[in-house]
Each structure stands twice: as structure tokens, then as C-alpha cells.
């Protein structure tokens, strides 16, 4: 199978655009983000909103490749992190440390 790969351009809080880098290889889905979280491997919202299928903070003019980047998600290992992210932040009960946790996960799964 061939490597895929799709940057954005995303606006974030300084005053040149991040770049999000979503690279598909196999079953496989890396995804890079050179803001501040991002480049220490945490947790980035760059990433998420794009795979959340969310164009708004896009700049680069290829906001149509977002869905295609969507598509790439099911049955990877980002997938399933994200998922128990999201079951965990409707569980009302859940500890601060859980959310973490899965934070955690889901941005190892991206950064391998």
C-alpha cells in the first residue's frame, strides 16, 4: 500500500499558522502538529478538530482533503484512543486523571 500524506495549515494562538501533518501508511495514522503541545507529543486540539472533520481554523487552501484524512481514521490505533477520549469525556462521573490518561494515549497513538 502506499504512504499517504496531507498538511494543513491551521490558525492557532501565535502568529504564524501550525502545520498538521497527517501521514496514513498501511493501518497505520501519524499525525504531527508543530505547536507547543505537539512538539513535545501532548495532546493537541490541531489535530483532533481536523480528524473531528472541523475546517474552521484550516488556512492552507485544502480544507476538501479533511475528509479524506476523516476516512483514513477507522480501524487504526488513533481511532480507538480517540474513542475511549470521547466515552470518557461524556462519562459525568469521570476523574480529572482519567481524561488524562486517554489525553495521554490518544497522543502517543498519533506521534507512532
Do not use: Q
Not at 481554523?57 to 484524512?69: F, Q, R, Y
Not at 476523516?70 to 486523571?97: M, Q
Amino acid at each position: 500500500e502506499i504512504m499517504e500524506e496531507i498538511t494543513f495549515l491551521v490558525k492557532g494562538s501565535s502568529k504564524d499558522p501550525y502545520e498538521d501533518i497527517f501521514i496514513k501508511d498501511g493501518n497505520s495514522l501519524t499525525a504531527v502538529c508543530n505547536c507547543p503541545a505537539g512538539t513535545y507529543g501532548n495532546f493537541c486540539k490541531h489535530r483532533i478538530n481536523i480528524l473531528d472533520g472541523k475546517t474552521t481554523s484550516i488556512t492552507s487552501d485544502n480544507t476538501d482533503k479533511v475528509s479524506l484524512v476523516v476516512g483514513w481514521l477507522p480501524g487504526t490505533d488513533v481511532a480507538a484512543a480517540l474513542d475511549e477520549l470521547r466515552a470518557i469525556e461524556k462519562d459525568k462521573d469521570a476523574d480529572k486523571s482519567a481524561l488524562s490518561d486517554a489525553k495521554r494515549k490518544l497522543a502517543r497513538a498519533m506521534n507512532t
